[in-house]
């Protein structure tokens, strides 16, 4: 390691979500070898099959069997998707920093040692890489991710430009009181920002390479889920503890609204004594009146609903096939 890359002592855990990779999976490996090679402190590479129904799998197996115990394989018993694969891995890490990265060889393992060295030098929770020269197509997927991106740190206050990129490195404690499920793997950064604060999070030029074998799975097409997460995102962010005060609040907007309207209403009928029968603002009234009291019934289960988030987080989006468990100091690749 050169001098500019020096930091503190501390264990490391590459995670790699593949889904019908076999084509990638060795190369991937061995690039990861050679990123690290001088590399001082201990580390692991985490290989999560989504479930391939390729030779994913038997390839994975055969580089544990090829570079030692410090290659780990977990194998989901299905295609879960991304998120869930990403999680699965984040799940077996034992390291004190961890790495996300994909599996199609466009990610660059030559950018860990650096994207590690400023999360632990700058003291910060989250390093995201910015894919800065982007190797995709400009139509379908470079304009709607920087419409995505601009969308998504507009929403959520964690000012990124590229949300997209899978090379992140996080502090292993931090990342992994963060439960993801759904499409949540594009808005990492910002779930972060709801156990640490934003100026913990930095982003870090990136080397992106160009396809070269393979399909994407994980494309940005997806728009609608994508949209449906971010509210998700936007919502838990602000209103996680308390959503009551959420659909609280609108339930007693409606409500003093619906009281208004037939306070009026009232007044026309006894005090000016018009018939109210047929006007349509009566219905409006009362249609307002349900639904915010709707709404102030629904903040009332969501508090429930919360108390028991808060109190148990042991349920996985995954279920996976364990290999026998190591020792904390087996599996480790330690320099000579």
């Not at 609040?249 to 619906?258: F, N, R, Y």
């Amino acid at each position: 390691m050169s001098a500019t890359l020096s930091m503190p002592p501390h264990t490391l855990s590459i995670v790699v979500p593949f889904y019908n990779e076999e084509d990638n999976i060795v190369p991937l490996v061995k690039r990861v070898h050679e990123a690290l090679a001088g590399y001082e402190n201990p580390w692991e590479l985490v290989l999560v099959d989504d479930g391939s129904s390729d030779a994913t799998v038997d390839r994975g197996l055969q580089c544990t069997r090829d570079y030692g115990q410090h290659v780990r394989v977990v194998e989901l018993t299905r295609n879960y998707k991304q998120t869930a694969a990403m999680q699965a891995g984040i799940d077996a890490a034992r390291g004190d920093v961890i790495v996300t990265m994909d599996g199609d060889l466009q990610n660059d393992p030559v950018d860990i040692p650096r994207m590690v060295a400023r999360l632990l030098n700058e003291n910060l929770d989250l390093v995201a890489g910015w894919r800065k020269n982007r190797q995709d197509g400009l139509v379908l997927r470079k304009i709607p991710s920087k419409i995505a991106n601009r969308l998504i740190a507009r929403m959520t206050g964690v000012k990124l430009r590229d949300y997209g990129c899978s090379l992140k490195a996080y502090r292993g404690d931090v990342i992994k009181r963060v439960r993801l499920y759904g499409e949540m793997h594009r808005f990492i950064p910002a779930w972060m920002a709801t156990v640490t604060t934003p100026r913990r999070i930095a982003e870090e030029p990136t080397t992106h390479h160009a396809r070269t074998a393979g399909v994407s799975k994980y494309g940005i097409s997806r728009t609608f889920r994508v949209i449906l997460d971010l509210i998700a995102v936007f919502f838990f962010m602000r209103f996680r503890a308390r959503p009551g005060h959420f659909f609280g609040s609108i339930g007693l907007g409606l409500t003093a609204l619906a009281g208004v309207i037939m306070t009026w209403l009232a007044w026309v009928k006894f005090g000016l004594g018009e018939n109210i029968g047929g006007r349509p603002l009566l219905i409006v009234g009362i249609g307002t009146l349900i639904a915010g009291i709707h709404f102030i019934t629904t903040g009332v289960l969501s508090e429930l609903l919360a108390r028991i988030y808060f109190e148990s987080g042991t349920i996985r989006s995954y279920t996976a096939r364990h290999a026998p468990p190591l020792g904390d100091n087996e599996g480790w690749h330690k320099s000579a």
